[in-house]
């Protein structure tokens, strides 16, 4: 591999013409421009976290590195913003985005590790957009330039001129001109009374309501924000509550400061440095500097000037939402209110919660709530965790999934690199969670195959999953998944889904019949939720290969129904359900109930 030449990302601007190259990562290669790189002699370093033992154990790791950093990088912050907050207030305000920057890091230093360690001469281009390019308002803005090939290269040069002090790597810089990787404008412009004038008018409608309904709340009322309730849900529980219900539309956005590179470095200059993760912390905390947000320094003393006007409860019982955390603004008012007493319930807002042996957002949002809400499951070790049942407004069709004619199969795309770090697929381990879907496709009977609908993942991340699909089976009709899921399940016989999240959750509790597969490997469960899925297998809900799956729906395809409905299906499912997706009958009240008793718990100590 002498005179290599290492590709970190997709952006064919930082490629070498002709000569041998060396993929960082599958993510290098999009599927649709594979007539450029497949005619190059090309390797693909091998992916780190295919390792599920490596996995886990940087997982494990990760974790101690952040509560460490956090209450250092906390103490630092106090004395630079000459404020006395204590560790849960940072918890709440920079936490979400610290360990998300963290388990990026993490995963983009692990594969240039893996490279350097080959200790073999190679090339690379960096292009040089400033000192300040990946230093961004919050962590919405970070999220999304990170998801870009253009911020994943600037991540990668930050990363690798902190790590490659041997110079293996010989890096040849180039100017940014500011074209190179731009986003493209395609489908952008007018679109119509339906997606240019109605959501602006009904959005002016909610900061007018919002407005109004800001006169009507008293200083101590319960901060419902991001519940994931509909309106009229979230109306009925403040009645509850005995409030006035409330919108809050016209939260303001987080400021826009200038960098301060004398300030940022005199932050980080003490931070203590320990060596877990076999010397990556002192890698993070040198491009700390380069991709911390203004809003948390520069910018902090304008974000808790905006926090004071707003119209919310001065001093709320307690704050309740199901949100992740990329609102500025409400993040520096709840860690404010907190950090005076209020009391903080969050509840789970998506599926796979209560299944997998270990969650970041699962971890992160129990660590912070004083009660943490359920769809069902329990925690006997966690007395805060609290099942109430499903708060979403998925409701059944009122079709005859019976009489429907398709045969649905619900997929799923992830970033690559990782925007967060799961137990599930990441990253490049994606094309080994294709190849089974494929594998579920072909061994489909011929009458199943012929009404089958893929419906693909609304983000892409870059995988080209229609042209993947297309290549792969050209007479299998696509949904690309931009449109709502009801559309397609409204003359859907049988939903089939490919991965442990929300949507075989939802099919279940609105009735429809449900198959699943998925490889245990890359979809873990903690042990008490082994037993469901235990019992899903053996009705032929759940299965561990796309091959007996597919054998199953071609066996049940003439009857689904008949299969359904019999006694020990709808034990297994309505078990199932219960646990990781319950409708009680009054869903409001428990809601209530659990808010009011948030209010005399003994305060969180984090």
């Given at each position: 591999?002498?005179?290599?030449?290492?590709?970190t990302t997709?952006?064919?601007e930082t490629w070498?013409?002709?000569?041998?190259?060396?993929?960082?990562?599958?993510?290098?290669?999009r599927f649709?421009r594979r007539s450029?790189?497949g005619?190059m002699?090309?390797?693909v370093v091998p992916?780190?976290?295919?390792d599920r033992?490596?996995?886990?154990?940087?997982?494990?790791e990760?974790?101690c590195?952040?509560e460490?950093?956090?209450?250092s990088l906390?103490?630092r912050?106090?004395?630079?913003?000459?404020?006395?907050?204590?560790t849960?207030?940072w918890?709440?305000?920079?936490?979400?985005?610290?360990?998300?920057?963290?388990?990026?890091a993490?995963d983009?230093w692990?594969?240039l590790e893996r490279?350097?360690?080959?200790?073999t001469p190679?090339?690379?281009?960096?292009l040089?957009?400033?000192?300040?390019?990946l230093?961004?308002?919050?962590?919405?803005?970070?999220?999304?330039?990170?998801?870009t090939d253009l911020g994943?290269?600037l991540f990668?040069?930050?990363?690798?001129?902190a790590t490659?002090?041997?110079?293996v790597?010989g890096?040849?810089r180039?100017?940014f001109?500011g074209?190179?990787?731009a986003?493209s404008?395609?489908?952008?412009?007018p679109?119509?009374l339906?997606?240019?004038?109605?959501p602006a008018l009904?959005?002016?409608?909610?900061r007018?309501w919002?407005r109004f309904?800001?006169?009507m709340?008293r200083?101590?009322?319960v901060?419902?924000?991001?519940?994931?309730?509909?309106?009229?849900g979230e109306?009925?529980?403040?009645?509850?509550?005995?409030?006035?219900?409330q919108?809050?539309d016209d939260?303001p956005?987080?400021?826009?400061?200038?960098?301060?590179?004398?300030l940022r470095?005199?932050l980080?200059a003490?931070?203590?440095?320990g060596?877990?993760?076999d010397?990556?912390?002192?890698?993070?905390?040198s491009v700390l500097?380069?991709i911390l947000?203004t809003?948390?320094?520069?910018?902090?003393?304008?974000?808790v000037?905006?926090v004071e006007?707003?119209?919310?409860?001065?001093a709320?019982?307690a704050?309740?939402?199901?949100?992740e955390w990329?609102?500025?603004v409400?993040?520096?008012?709840?860690?404010?209110?907190?950090?005076r007493?209020?009391?903080?319930v969050?509840?789970?807002p998506s599926?796979?919660?209560g299944m997998?042996?270990w969650?970041?957002?699962?971890?992160?949002?129990?660590a912070?709530s004083d009660?943490y809400?359920?769809?069902g499951w329990?925690d006997?070790?966690?007395?805060?965790?609290?099942?109430?049942?499903?708060?979403r407004k998925?409701?059944?069709?009122g079709?005859?999934?019976?009489?429907?004619q398709?045969?649905l199969l619900?997929?799923?795309?992830f970033q690559a690199?990782?925007?967060?770090m799961t137990p599930?697929?990441n990253s490049s381990v994606?094309?080994?969670y294709?190849?089974?879907s494929r594998?579920?496709v072909?061994?489909l009977?011929?009458?199943?195959r012929?009404?089958l609908?893929?419906?693909?993942?609304r983000s892409d991340?870059?995988?080209?999953?229609?042209?993947?699909w297309?290549?792969?089976?050209?007479?299998v009709?696509?949904?690309d998944?931009?449109r709502?899921?009801?559309?397609?399940l409204?003359?859907?016989?049988?939903v089939?889904?490919?991965?442990n999240?929300?949507?075989?959750l939802?099919?279940m509790?609105?009735?429809?019949?449900t198959?699943?597969f998925?490889?245990?490997?890359?979809?873990?469960?903690?042990?008490?939720?082994q037993?469901?899925f235990?019992?899903?297998?053996?009705?032929?809900?759940f299965?561990e290969?796309?091959?007996?799956?597919a054998?199953?729906v071609?066996s049940v395809?003439?009857?689904v129904?008949g299969?359904w409905k019999?006694e020990?299906?709808?034990?297994?499912?309505?078990?199932?359900?219960?646990?990781?997706?319950?409708r009680?009958s009054?869903l409001t009240?428990?809601l209530a109930?659990?808010?009011?008793?948030?209010?005399?718990d003994?305060?969180?100590?984090?």
């Amino acid at each position: 591999m002498n005179d290599r030449y290492l590709v970190t990302t997709a952006l064919e601007e930082t490629w070498p013409k002709e000569g041998p190259v060396l993929f960082l990562g599958e993510w290098c290669r999009r599927f649709s421009r594979r007539s450029r790189w497949g005619s190059m002699d090309g390797e693909v370093v091998p992916y780190h976290w295919s390792d599920r033992a490596r996995l886990d154990s940087d997982h494990e790791e990760l974790v101690c590195v952040y509560e460490w950093l956090l209450r250092s990088l906390g103490e630092r912050l106090n004395e630079s913003l000459d404020v006395d907050h204590g560790t849960r207030y940072w918890r709440l305000l920079i936490g979400p985005w610290l360990i998300r920057a963290l388990q990026m890091a993490l995963d983009r230093w692990r594969s240039l590790e893996r490279v350097i360690a080959m200790d073999t001469p190679l090339t690379t281009v960096a292009l040089d957009a400033g000192g300040n390019a990946l230093v961004t308002s919050g962590l919405a803005e970070f999220q999304q330039l990170t998801s870009t090939d253009l911020g994943n290269h600037l991540f990668f040069s930050q990363l690798l001129a902190a790590t490659d002090s041997s110079g293996v790597i010989g890096v040849r810089r180039r100017p940014f001109d500011g074209s190179v990787g731009a986003p493209s404008a395609e489908g952008a412009g007018p679109g119509g009374l339906s997606s240019e004038v109605w959501p602006a008018l009904r959005a002016g409608m909610g900061r007018a309501w919002s407005r109004f309904g800001a006169a009507m709340v008293r200083s101590d009322d319960v901060l419902l924000y991001g519940t994931r309730l509909t309106r009229s849900g979230e109306a009925l529980l403040a009645a509850r509550l005995g409030q006035f219900p409330q919108t809050w539309d016209d939260v303001p956005d987080p400021p826009v400061s200038a960098v301060d590179l004398v300030l940022r470095e005199r932050l980080v200059a003490e931070l203590p440095v320990g060596t877990r993760l076999d010397g990556f912390e002192p890698v993070f905390a040198s491009v700390l500097p380069e991709i911390l947000p203004t809003t948390y320094l520069e910018g902090y003393g304008d974000l808790v000037g905006r926090v004071e006007e707003l119209r919310w409860p001065a001093a709320p019982k307690a704050i309740w939402t199901s949100r992740e955390w990329r609102d500025e603004v409400f993040k520096a008012y709840a860690a404010d209110r907190v950090e005076r007493g209020t009391r903080l319930v969050m509840s789970q807002p998506s599926g796979g919660y209560g299944m997998f042996p270990w969650d970041t957002y699962e971890e992160r949002e129990r660590a912070v709530s004083d009660r943490y809400l359920t769809w069902g499951w329990d925690d006997d070790e966690d007395d805060r965790v609290r099942p109430v049942g499903y708060v979403r407004k998925k409701r059944p069709l009122g079709v005859d999934h019976g009489a429907g004619q398709r045969a649905l199969l619900v997929t799923v795309a992830f970033q690559a690199p990782v925007q967060m770090m799961t137990p599930m697929v990441n990253s490049s381990v994606w094309l080994e969670y294709f190849d089974d879907s494929r594998r579920f496709v072909d061994a489909l009977d011929p009458d199943v195959r012929r009404s089958l609908l893929i419906r693909l993942y609304r983000s892409d991340s870059g995988w080209d999953q229609s042209e993947r699909w297309a290549e792969h089976c050209p007479d299998v009709d696509l949904d690309d998944g931009k449109r709502g899921i009801d559309e397609s399940l409204i003359d859907t016989r049988l939903v089939i889904s490919t991965y442990n999240g929300a949507n075989n959750l939802e099919s279940m509790a609105m009735g429809i019949p449900t198959v699943m597969f998925w490889n245990p490997v890359w979809w873990p469960l903690r042990d008490s939720a082994q037993p469901y899925f235990d019992r899903l297998r053996d009705v032929g809900v759940f299965h561990e290969s796309p091959t007996s799956a597919a054998v199953h729906v071609g066996s049940v395809w003439s009857d689904v129904e008949g299969w359904w409905k019999s006694e020990s299906v709808v034990g297994a499912v309505s078990e199932f359900t219960d646990r990781f997706i319950a409708r009680p009958s009054d869903l409001t009240s428990l809601l209530a109930g659990q808010i009011r008793a948030s209010c005399v718990d003994d305060p969180l100590d984090c």
